[in-house]
Protein backbone atom coordinates (compact mmCIF):
# COMPACT_ATOMS: atom_id res chain seq x y z
CA UNK A 1 0.00 0.00 0.00
CA UNK A 2 1.19 3.25 -0.88
CA UNK A 3 1.87 5.86 1.59
CA UNK A 4 -0.84 8.55 2.29
CA UNK A 5 0.00 12.39 3.02
CA UNK A 6 -2.63 14.61 4.68
CA UNK A 7 -2.09 18.27 4.42
CA UNK A 8 -3.50 21.18 1.98
CA UNK A 9 -1.66 22.05 -1.56
CA UNK A 10 -1.27 25.84 -0.49
CA UNK A 11 0.28 25.39 2.43
CA UNK A 12 3.87 25.90 2.56
CA UNK A 13 5.22 22.64 4.80
CA UNK A 14 2.97 20.53 2.60
CA UNK A 15 4.77 21.66 -0.57
CA UNK A 16 7.71 20.81 0.86
CA UNK A 17 6.75 17.28 1.22
CA UNK A 18 5.13 17.03 -1.93
CA UNK A 19 8.10 18.24 -3.42
CA UNK A 20 10.27 15.20 -1.87
CA UNK A 21 7.70 12.75 -3.03
CA UNK A 22 7.92 14.57 -6.65
CA UNK A 23 11.16 14.07 -7.49
CA UNK A 24 11.17 10.52 -6.83
CA UNK A 25 8.02 9.71 -8.61
CA UNK A 26 6.82 8.15 -5.04
CA UNK A 27 3.77 6.83 -5.49
CA UNK A 28 1.26 8.23 -2.68
CA UNK A 29 -2.28 9.00 -2.14
CA UNK A 30 -3.06 12.84 -1.55
CA UNK A 31 -5.87 13.58 0.99
CA UNK A 32 -6.41 17.13 1.02
CA UNK A 33 -7.91 18.95 4.46
CA UNK A 34 -10.45 21.36 4.46
CA UNK A 35 -14.24 21.87 4.27
CA UNK A 36 -15.20 19.70 1.46
CA UNK A 37 -13.33 16.62 2.88
CA UNK A 38 -14.24 16.39 6.87
CA UNK A 39 -13.64 12.53 6.74
CA UNK A 40 -10.19 13.80 6.15
CA UNK A 41 -9.91 16.15 8.82
CA UNK A 42 -11.64 13.78 11.69
CA UNK A 43 -8.69 10.68 10.47
CA UNK A 44 -6.20 13.57 10.24
CA UNK A 45 -6.88 15.25 13.92
CA UNK A 46 -7.40 11.83 15.58
CA UNK A 47 -3.79 10.48 14.38
CA UNK A 48 -2.20 14.14 15.43
CA UNK A 49 -4.53 16.49 17.51
CA UNK A 50 -1.29 18.94 17.68
CA UNK A 51 -3.43 20.20 14.53
CA UNK A 52 -0.60 21.00 12.36
CA UNK A 53 0.29 18.94 8.46
CA UNK A 54 1.74 17.42 6.72
CA UNK A 55 1.15 14.00 8.27
CA UNK A 56 2.60 10.92 6.60
CA UNK A 57 0.72 7.61 6.90
CA UNK A 58 2.56 4.85 5.73
CA UNK A 59 1.46 1.55 7.46
CA UNK A 60 1.07 1.34 10.60
CA UNK A 61 4.10 4.15 11.08
CA UNK A 62 2.56 7.82 10.74
CA UNK A 63 5.51 10.77 10.34
CA UNK A 64 4.94 14.33 11.21
CA UNK A 65 7.37 17.13 10.83
CA UNK A 66 8.02 17.89 6.86
CA UNK A 67 12.31 17.68 7.23
CA UNK A 68 11.38 13.96 9.45
CA UNK A 69 9.14 13.18 7.01
CA UNK A 70 11.64 14.12 3.68
CA UNK A 71 14.09 12.04 5.76
CA UNK A 72 11.71 8.99 6.55
CA UNK A 73 10.77 8.65 2.06
CA UNK A 74 14.48 8.60 1.77
CA UNK A 75 15.07 5.31 4.28
CA UNK A 76 11.48 3.76 3.61
CA UNK A 77 11.03 4.47 -0.15
CA UNK A 78 14.26 5.62 -1.99
CA UNK A 79 14.55 7.22 -5.47
CA UNK A 80 17.11 7.94 -7.49
CA UNK A 81 17.32 11.76 -6.41
CA UNK A 82 19.13 11.58 -2.68
CA UNK A 83 17.66 14.44 -0.51
CA UNK A 84 19.88 13.93 2.12
CA UNK A 85 23.89 12.98 0.73
CA UNK A 86 25.00 10.11 2.62
CA UNK A 87 28.44 12.10 3.31
CA UNK A 88 27.72 12.84 7.46
CA UNK A 89 29.43 16.22 7.22
CA UNK A 90 27.74 17.11 3.69
CA UNK A 91 24.28 15.84 4.95
CA UNK A 92 24.97 18.18 8.28
CA UNK A 93 25.33 21.26 5.93
CA UNK A 94 22.21 20.29 4.31
CA UNK A 95 20.43 19.74 7.37
CA UNK A 96 21.47 22.92 8.81
CA UNK A 97 20.27 25.06 5.41
CA UNK A 98 17.07 22.76 6.12
CA UNK A 99 16.44 24.72 9.19
CA UNK A 100 17.61 27.95 7.74
CA UNK A 101 14.60 28.11 5.42
CA UNK A 102 11.94 27.06 7.86
CA UNK A 103 13.12 29.11 11.10
CA UNK A 104 14.46 32.67 9.05
CA UNK A 105 12.33 32.69 6.40
CA UNK A 106 9.34 30.59 6.80
CA UNK A 107 8.53 31.98 9.93
CA UNK A 108 8.92 35.78 8.84
CA UNK A 109 6.07 34.96 7.39
CA UNK A 110 3.93 33.34 9.45
CA UNK A 111 4.57 35.87 11.24
CA UNK A 112 2.97 38.40 9.03
CA UNK A 113 0.35 36.46 7.87
CA UNK A 114 -0.49 35.72 11.91
CA UNK A 115 -0.80 39.47 12.65
CA UNK A 116 -2.45 40.11 9.67
CA UNK A 117 -5.51 37.54 10.35
CA UNK A 118 -5.44 38.47 14.24
CA UNK A 119 -3.25 35.40 15.45
CA UNK A 120 -0.70 37.03 17.97
CA UNK A 121 -1.38 40.10 20.03
CA UNK A 122 0.43 42.59 17.05
CA UNK A 123 -1.09 45.38 14.92
CA UNK A 124 -1.13 43.89 11.14
CA UNK A 125 1.52 46.62 10.17
CA UNK A 126 4.08 46.41 12.92
CA UNK A 127 4.03 42.44 11.91
CA UNK A 128 4.62 43.06 8.37
CA UNK A 129 7.31 45.69 9.23
CA UNK A 130 9.24 43.25 11.77
CA UNK A 131 8.26 39.95 9.32
CA UNK A 132 9.86 42.44 6.12
CA UNK A 133 13.40 43.19 8.71
CA UNK A 134 13.58 39.59 9.51
CA UNK A 135 13.22 38.75 6.10
CA UNK A 136 15.59 40.77 4.39
CA UNK A 137 18.44 39.52 7.51
CA UNK A 138 17.79 36.21 5.73
CA UNK A 139 18.19 37.69 2.22
CA UNK A 140 21.33 39.19 3.04
CA UNK A 141 22.83 35.84 4.06
CA UNK A 142 21.68 33.93 1.62
CA UNK A 143 23.12 36.32 -1.45
CA UNK A 144 26.27 35.77 -0.06
CA UNK A 145 26.43 32.10 0.46
CA UNK A 146 24.29 31.19 -2.76
CA UNK A 147 27.33 32.64 -4.91
CA UNK A 148 28.42 30.78 -7.24
CA UNK A 149 26.08 27.87 -6.03
CA UNK A 150 23.25 26.00 -8.45
CA UNK A 151 21.18 24.71 -5.19
CA UNK A 152 21.29 25.93 -1.93
CA UNK A 153 24.23 23.01 -0.80
CA UNK A 154 25.74 23.56 -4.09
CA UNK A 155 25.50 21.36 -7.38
CA UNK A 156 22.74 19.03 -6.25
CA UNK A 157 19.05 19.04 -5.32
CA UNK A 158 18.31 18.63 -1.50
CA UNK A 159 16.34 19.01 1.91
CA UNK A 160 17.49 22.49 1.68
CA UNK A 161 16.00 23.04 -1.91
CA UNK A 162 12.70 20.93 -0.47
CA UNK A 163 12.57 23.90 2.18
CA UNK A 164 14.08 27.07 0.18
CA UNK A 165 11.25 26.72 -2.72
CA UNK A 166 7.97 27.32 -0.79
CA UNK A 167 10.02 29.46 1.45
CA UNK A 168 10.75 31.88 -0.87
CA UNK A 169 7.62 31.73 -2.87
CA UNK A 170 5.75 33.35 -0.31
CA UNK A 171 8.34 35.16 1.29
CA UNK A 172 8.41 37.20 -1.88
CA UNK A 173 5.25 37.86 -1.56
CA UNK A 174 5.61 38.81 1.81
CA UNK A 175 9.05 40.91 0.84
CA UNK A 176 9.58 41.46 -2.37
CA UNK A 177 13.53 40.29 -3.26
CA UNK A 178 14.90 43.39 -4.52
CA UNK A 179 17.50 43.17 -7.48
CA UNK A 180 20.17 44.09 -5.21
CA UNK A 181 19.86 40.17 -4.27
CA UNK A 182 20.75 38.94 -7.94
CA UNK A 183 21.81 36.00 -6.82
CA UNK A 184 19.11 34.92 -4.14
CA UNK A 185 16.51 36.18 -7.22
CA UNK A 186 17.89 33.56 -10.14
CA UNK A 187 17.94 30.65 -7.26
CA UNK A 188 14.24 31.30 -6.44
CA UNK A 189 13.89 31.34 -10.32
CA UNK A 190 15.52 28.13 -10.99
CA UNK A 191 13.49 26.80 -8.19
CA UNK A 192 10.28 27.42 -9.69
CA UNK A 193 11.28 26.06 -13.10
CA UNK A 194 12.24 22.66 -10.74
CA UNK A 195 9.65 20.12 -12.16
CA UNK A 196 8.58 18.79 -8.41
CA UNK A 197 8.14 22.44 -7.61
CA UNK A 198 6.31 24.03 -10.44
CA UNK A 199 3.89 21.01 -9.89
CA UNK A 200 3.66 21.92 -6.20
CA UNK A 201 2.53 25.53 -7.49
CA UNK A 202 0.28 24.68 -10.05
CA UNK A 203 -2.06 22.02 -7.87
CA UNK A 204 -2.33 25.18 -5.15
CA UNK A 205 -2.85 27.98 -8.07
CA UNK A 206 -6.65 28.03 -7.31
CA UNK A 207 -6.22 28.95 -3.75
CA UNK A 208 -4.16 32.40 -4.04
CA UNK A 209 -7.02 34.38 -2.96
CA UNK A 210 -6.57 33.11 0.38
CA UNK A 211 -2.98 34.27 0.98
CA UNK A 212 -3.65 37.31 3.93
CA UNK A 213 -1.38 39.75 2.36
CA UNK A 214 -2.65 39.76 -1.11
CA UNK A 215 -1.01 37.14 -3.63
CA UNK A 216 0.93 38.69 -6.35
CA UNK A 217 -0.10 38.86 -10.33
CA UNK A 218 2.95 36.95 -10.84
CA UNK A 219 4.31 33.22 -10.33
Same mark, same amino acid.
Given at each position: MSPALYGHPFSSYTQKALIALYEN????????????????????????PMARFPLLVDG????????????? #?? #????????LVPDDPMAALDVRFLDRFFDLYVMDAVQLAVAATLGRIPMAADDGRKLAGERLESAYAWLEGHLAGKTWAAGETFTLADCA???? #?FYADWTQPIAETYPALRAYRARLLARPSFARAVDEAREFRPLFPLGAPDRD
Open positions: ATPFEFRSIGPDTPEHMAAWLERWERQVVETSVIVEY #LQ #LAHPGPVRAAPS #L
